[in-house]
């Protein structure tokens, strides 16, 4: 099982990339997907999930408008589109998987990919 992040890299201020979660030895069936960050000196934030099952998404505050998440299922593979990139979007970037819960939309998560470094410069 495993889950591979692609897509990082270096980018201008205003720019656009397109990050992409995956999954091998598992389907994404019945699984939420999450994407997450991790700066220097910051905690772990969650940036968008999406719940396989019934499609519903979710954003944080500073990502709507501007990240879209998305699935391919031929591919098995969940992609972070991300435009009008800010500074503040450096991090490491991480994805997830996991079987939602009852209560919640997405999470918990049991898988973890590595991270993809995404690099926005003013």
């Known amino acids: 099982v495993q889950l591979q992040a692609s897509g990082g890299g270096l980018v201008q201020a205003g720019g656009s990339l397109r990050l992409s979660c995956a999954a091998s030895?598992?389907?994404?069936?019945?699984?939420?997907i999450g994407w997450f960050r991790q700066s220097p000196g910051k905690e772990r934030e969650g940036v968008s999930c999406l719940n396989y099952s019934d499609g519903r998404t979710f954003y944080v505050d500073s990502a709507k408008g501007r990240f879209t998440i998305s699935a391919d299922n031929a591919k098995n593979t969940v992609y972070l589109q991300m435009s009008s990139l800010k500074s503040e979007d450096t991090a490491v970037y991480f994805c997830?998987?996991?079987?939602?819960?009852?209560?919640?939309?997405?999470?918990?998560?049991?898988?973890w990919g590595q991270g993809t470094l995404v690099t926005v410069s003013s």
């Open positions: 997830a998987a996991g079987i939602p819960d009852r209560t919640a939309m997405c999470g918990p998560y049991t898988y």
């Open positions: 030895g598992f389907s994404f069936d019945g699984h939420a």
